[in-house]
């Protein structure tokens, strides 16, 4: 499991003039080809006099799918910079296209690559970059004599208490970082003299403060 990745999820735009050329990068958070592939679509339809629609993309995390197009730029000039400027960045889940109209000027191939990647570098250091942590979402449910003790362990521990249920008894769901889930069960059981029942959500990667988490479910542990 990659326990940490950077990505993107407010989609962002910057633009750069280059010897009256004008690039345009367009950033956006993508988990699917069939999203790139819409996507795609509609940048060409919203700059469809353009002179270039240059991307490149990468999705998934251990083995990423990386892609890169020139759009008819001289090979190697558009594309691969653009991704370049993506690996550089560590970023995951990820499409950059930029769009260019031709200023009436030749820039030359070092000058391409200068102004293919410079945009996209320019609007991904312009985009809100977020950090997404690999958690086990663990429910804690104890008597409200013990409530107290629980959410203070808890907080004191860093853990991230992401919803608080007030029923028959309290149940707190808790982001337990993936490598500290044992710890934590232990942790629960100790305090409350195994009174605690402790029922294992799955994994979900979080991003976010925590009083505004963004989780994304990605399995099932067994219970």
């Known amino acids: 499991m990659v326990e940490k990745y950077l990505t993107i999820y407010e989609d962002n735009e910057a633009e750069l003039v280059e010897k009256k050329s004008r690039f345009i990068a367009t950033i956006k958070h993508v988990e699917t080809e069939e999203e790139i592939k819409d996507f795609l679509e509609g940048i060409r339809k919203k700059y469809w006099n353009a002179t270039h ?71 991904i250091e312009s985009s809100n970059v977020e950090e997404n942590i690999l958690y086990y979402l663990m429910d804690v449910k104890v008597d409200y004599t013990l409530s107290g003790k629980v959410q203070y362990e808890i907080l004191q521990n860093n853990y991230i208490i992401y919803d608080t249920q007030y ?24 305090i409350t003299s195994g009174a605690a029942v402790i029922d294992d959500k799955g994994i979900h990667y979080g991003t976010g403060t925590n009083d505004k988490m963004r989780l994304t479910k990605i399995g099932m542990i067994g219970k």
């Open 167 to 190: 029923v028959d008894q309290v149940c707190y769901s808790v982001l337990v970082e993936y490598n500290k889930k044992e710890s934590f069960v232990n942790k629960m059981v100790d």
């Open 53 to 123: 629609n240059v991307f490149a993309y990468t999705i998934g995390l251990k083995q990423p799918l990386e892609r890169c197009s020139d759009d008819g730029e001289p090979s190697g000039t558009a594309g691969m910079p653009i991704l370049e400027v993506i690996r550089g960045s560590k970023l995951h889940n990820v499409i950059v296209v930029v769009t260019r109209y031709f200023g009436g000027t030749l820039l030359g191939t070092g000058g391409l690559v200068r102004a293919y990647g410079g945009c996209a570098k320019l609007g």
